[in-house]
């Protein structure tokens, strides 16, 4: 029943090997984002998109790609990953007519070996 | 950089205390909003306070905000235990309608 998922939420892969997170919503939000999150630290933006022709980039988003494949669903690609990715990573949503408050996916834990 | 920094990054205290966290912020903004994290969960949007706006109340938190300082404080009254957790700000500037996340507060209530 949540509003937004995110799969996988666990993931361990190898260095070099490119990885797919996907996000999905039912708040019918147009809006939504990527985030990473590293021990002790705070959200930073690698990509959101404001519609589903809309994407930009973020503060971090070298060695990032995503797809906005449809308004409720968002994924995020890691072309080649590598052990300084491993992150905690969020999806999240906002509506265009009150924009300034996001929901939260639960995140998915990514570790690169 | 973060556009948010949060004072302390640790606090402990016993059920029944108060808690106040700080935040300050480098650019003009147009909202500030605090957010809470169980540990390793997602972040659960707790208030926004409006730029024009000096304080605002929910429940058992307040919030205030000063412009002239750059700065935000985040007051959760008679903690609970089931209060431990992270706690983040978040601006939005005054140019754009992306948030930036402070490095977060960890809160521990001891019962």
């Known amino acids: 029943d949540a509003d937004v998922t995110q799969t996988p939420r666990n993931r361990i892969t190898k260095t070099g090997k490119r990885i797919m997170l996907e996000c999905s919503q039912t708040?019918?939000?147009?809006?939504m984002y990527w985030y990473r999150q590293d021990p002790g630290l705070g959200l930073r933006l690698i990509y959101y998109?404001?519609?589903?022709?809309?994407?930009n980039k973020g503060e971090i988003s070298d060695g990032y790609s995503v797809s906005r494949q449809a308004q409720a669903k968002f994924s995020l690609s890691l072309e080649s990953a590598i052990p300084n990715q491993t992150a905690l990573y969020f999806c999240a949503t906002s509506s265009r007519t009150s924009s300034y408050e996001q929901y939260f996916g639960p995140g998915t834990r990514l570790t690169v070996t | 950089s973060q556009q948010g920094e949060e004072d302390p990054q640790a606090l402990s205290i016993q059920e029944g205390e108060n808690a106040t966290m700080n935040c300050s912020y480098k650019?003009?903004?147009?909202?500030l909003q605090w957010y809470r994290q169980n540990s390793g969960r997602g972040l659960v949007h707790l208030i926004l306070?409006?730029?024009?706006?000096r304080e605002k109340h929910s429940g058992r938190l307040r919030v205030t905000l000063d412009t002239s300082k750059k700065s935000s404080s985040l007051l959760i009254t008679a903690s609970r235990a089931a209060d431990t957790a992270s706690y983040f700000c978040?601006?939005?500037?005054?140019?754009?309608?992306?948030?930036?996340f402070g490095e977060g507060t960890q809160l521990t209530v001891n019962p």
């Open positions: 978040a601006t939005t500037e005054t140019s754009g309608s992306r948030l930036t």
């Open positions: 708040k019918g939000h147009d809006r």
């Open positions: 306070i409006r730029s024009n706006e």
């Open positions: 998109s404001f519609d589903v022709k809309d994407i």
């Open positions: 650019t003009s903004i147009n909202n």
